[in-house]
């Protein structure tokens, strides 16, 4: 509970993954991926509930074995390449069906998330009086530097007006790196989205922004916590 509000975390997890098979559950510096998460969530002096959301009894029981809670067995058609996650999100408040302010989503493929981090966001949305917060981190190429890749090869410049030689020039540009998505649980399920024009950013730095989703992105997060 932050001050008398009180938090539902939840750390979705389904078992398939393209690019980086049953990547959840792999061993990232001496533990599951998913535990990272699991221990930071359970650390924070915030959250008052965490569940996993997953449709694998694998994933299952090893959140289990690190004290996590598996209220229910997510849909199968809430586990599909295609599912929405905000249905997914959707669904766990619906089951849970307690009376809860705040949800708090928790990727278990951002590993580097700490729980400072959780904490920090949750409050500065409690005292920025917001309603809705993404974490966010600094995008490392001016987006003025962009260009597209046209059909027949050729490049052109996203911005063809902007001539910026320098970097120190260019406007600061930031993304969603998945670890931190936070919602009042009632604007959540009017709007379905975390994304609304009040959404406050909570930056973190790129070393803590690490989203997991090719074996690239795993070689980087061990290096950073071995």
Known sequence: MIY???????IPARGGSKQLPRKNILSLAGKPLIAWTIEAA????????????????????????????IPFMRPRKYATDDANSNDVVLHAIEKINGKYNFIMVL???????TTQDIDQA?????????????????????IQWHFKLENDGRINPLYPSVDIANRQDALATYLPNGAIYLSEISQFKALKTFYTESTLGYVMPLERSIDIDNKIDFYVAESILS
């Open 4 to 10: 008398d509000k009180t938090v539902l975390a939840i």
């Open 42 to 69: 359970h650390a924070s002096k915030y959250i008052d509930k965490c569940i996993v959301s997953t449709e694998d009894k694998e994933i299952a029981y090893v959140s289990k074995s690190y004290k996590c809670e």
């Open 107 to 113: 990727q278990p493929t951002s590993p580097l998330r």
């Open 122 to 142: 949750l409050e500065v949305l409690y005292k920025k009086q917001g309603a809705s917060l993404v974490s966010i981190s600094k995008t490392q190429k001016p």
